[in-house]
C-alpha cells in the first residue's frame, strides 16, 4: 500500500519537475520584473538560472528518493494478518510469565500486564500494533481486542487470574494466564 506521504513527496517532486523545465525567464518576468523599476538591471544572470534549475532537479530526485523510502518504511512497520497471529500469541505466553497484585478491594490490573508484554514482544514500538480492552469476563478477568490499526485483522487475547503465588498483608500476587484466539473479543 503507498502511504499519503509518498505521494504527498511525489507530488512535490512533480512541481520541481515543472518548474526546472519551464524557461526561467519566463518565471521571472511573469512573478518577479513587476517589483523593479528596471526590472532589465535586477534579470538574473545565466549562471543563476542554471542553478535554479539544478536546485529543482536536485530538490526532485531528493523528494523521489524520499518517497521511496516512506513507501518502504510504511511496508516495514504495517503488520499483516499473519504478523498479528504470531504477536498475539507471543503476548498471550509473554503475558502468562507475569503476575499481578490483587486484593479483597482491587482486582489485578490486566491492562498493565498487557501493555507490558506487547512492548515486550515489539521492542518497545508498537507500529501500527494496537489493543484495547474488550471489557470483563464472566470470571473477572479481561479481553483485549489485538489488531493492525492499517489491516484490520483482529485477535481476542483472554487474560485472566490463574492461582496465587505469594500473599502479604491483604494483598496477594496472582499469576496470569493468557490465550489468543482469531475475531473481535
Given at each position: 500500500m503507498i502511504s499519503k506521504y509518498a505521494i504527498g513527496c511525489w507530488g512535490l517532486a512533480a512541481v520541481?519537475?515543472?518548474?526546472?523545465?519551464?524557461?526561467?525567464?519566463?518565471?521571472y518576468w511573469g512573478a518577479r520584473a513587476w517589483r523593479y523599476r528596471n526590472p532589465e538591471a535586477n534579470e538574473p544572470s545565466p549562471a543563476a538560472y542554471t542553478t535554479q534549475r539544478i536546485g529543482s532537479c536536485l530538490s526532485a530526485a531528493v523528494l523521489t528518493v524520499m518517497g521511496f523510502v516512506l513507501m518502504h518504511w510504511e511496508d516495514q512497520s504495517t503488520y499483516n494478518a499473519g504478523d498479528v497471529k504470531n504477536s498475539a500469541d507471543q503476548v498471550a505466553e509473554q503475558v502468562g510469565r507475569e503476575t499481578a497484585s490483587r486484593s479483597s478491594i482491587l482486582q489485578p490490573d490486566y491492562y498493565l500486564a498487557v501493555d507490558t508484554a506487547m512492548r515486550k514482544v515489539t521492542g518497545n514500538e508498537l507500529g501500527d500494533l494496537q489493543f484495547r480492552s474488550a471489557g470483563r469476563t464472566a470470571s473477572g478477568g479481561e479481553q483485549f481486542t489485538i489488531s493492525s490499526t492499517k489491516t484490520g485483522n483482529p485477535y481476542c487475547l483472554i487474560v485472566e487470574a490463574a492461582a496465587p503465588v505469594q500473599g502479604r498483608l491483604g494483598v496477594e500476587d496472582v499469576k496470569l494466564s493468557a490465550q489468543a484466539h482469531k475475531g473481535e473479543c
Open positions: 520541481f519537475i515543472l518548474l526546472a523545465w519551464v524557461n526561467p525567464r519566463v518565471i
